[in-house]
C-alpha cells in the first residue's frame, strides 16, 4: 500500500495549489479519503474528508469555501484544490486512508505547502 502526496510549494498569499494523493494497494472508493495538516508549532488538524459512502465532503471551518475535495476512481487518486491561500495555510499535508469495517488506517509522506509574499 502506497499513497503519495505531489503538488505542494511555495506560493504567495491568495494563490492556489492543487495536492494530489496518488495511491496504490487498494481502491480509492472503499475507503473514506482525508486531507490532513500540520502547521509549524501546531497539532494535526483534519482539513477535508470525501466518504467512501455517497462520496459526501466535509470540510474543516478554517478551509471551507476555499478548498475542494475530489476523488478520480480512474486514476485512483484524491485531490485537494487550494484557493485563496493565506500564511496560515503553511503546513505539511498528509494524505490519509480509512476503512470502517476494519479500521484500517493509512498515511502518505506528506508534502509541504508555503504561502508566503
Known amino acids: 500500500v502506497q499513497l503519495v502526496e505531489s503538488g505542494g510549494g511555495l506560493v504567495q498569499p491568495g494563490g492556489s495549489l492543487r495536492l494530489s494523493c496518488e495511491v496504490s494497494?487498494?481502491?480509492?472508493?472503499?475507503?473514506?479519503m482525508r486531507w490532513y495538516r500540520q502547521g509549524p508549532g501546531k497539532e494535526r488538524e483534519l482539513v477535508a474528508i470525501f466518504t467512501r459512502a455517497g462520496g459526501t465532503t466535509h470540510y474543516a471551518p478554517s478551509v471551507n469555501g476555499r478548498f475542494t475535495i475530489s476523488r478520480d476512481n480512474a486514476k485512483n487518486t484524491v485531490y485537494l484544490q487550494m484557493n485563496s491561500l493565506t500564511p496560515e495555510d503553511t503546513a505539511v499535508y498528509y494524505c490519509?486512508?480509512?476503512?470502517?469495517?476494519?479500521?484500517?488506517?493509512?498515511w502518505g509522506q506528506g508534502t509541504q505547502v508555503t504561502v508566503s509574499s
Open positions: 490519509n486512508a480509512w476503512y470502517s469495517n476494519t479500521q484500517d488506517e493509512y
Open positions: 494497494g487498494f481502491t480509492v472508493s472503499w475507503y473514506d
